[in-house]
């Protein structure tokens, strides 16, 4: 059964720096793609990045890029998020989930090509 444990959210202030993890357990697959997403209060899910599990190609949100990294630990199955130049409004519920198939890295997928999901780490941006 495919699990996903995120961690590492927290309160920070306006310009501090945050990593979340994303651990992946429970399968055994030679092409998947891990994105993460948020969702603020009262907005829709906003996903915000994705890298494939081959070749570590990566996409980002035009809101996030430049701010945020997003890398893998392969041995570990592990995905991270780090989180730079935080702004008050970065401050939602950070979801990792995970999408079954061959990811090229030219796009971002939307939430419904996902097939397994986290249960969200709040991060909160705040002076």
């Known amino acids: 059964q495919v699990q996903l444990v995120e961690s590492g959210g927290g309160l920070v202030q306006p310009g501090g720096s945050l990593r979340l993890s994303c651990a992946a357990s429970?399968?055994?697959?030679?092409?998947?793609?891990i994105g993460w997403f948020r969702q603020a209060p009262g907005k829709e899910r906003e996903g915000i990045s994705c890298?494939?599990?081959?070749?570590?190609?990566?996409y980002y949100a035009d809101s996030v890029k430049g701010r945020f990294t997003i890398s893998r630990d392969n041995a570990k199955n592990t995905v991270y998020l780090q989180m730079n130049s935080l702004k008050p409004e970065d401050t939602a519920v950070y979801y990792c989930?995970?999408?079954?198939?061959?990811?090229?890295?030219?796009?971002?997928?939307?939430?419904?090509?996902?097939?397994?999901w986290g249960q969200g780490t709040q991060v909160t941006v705040s002076s």
């Open positions: 989930a995970l999408g079954v198939g061959y990811y090229t890295g030219t796009y971002l997928p939307e939430a419904s090509i996902f097939d397994y």
């Open positions: 429970g399968f055994t697959l030679d092409y998947y793609a």
């Open positions: 890298i494939s599990s081959h070749d570590g190609s990566t």
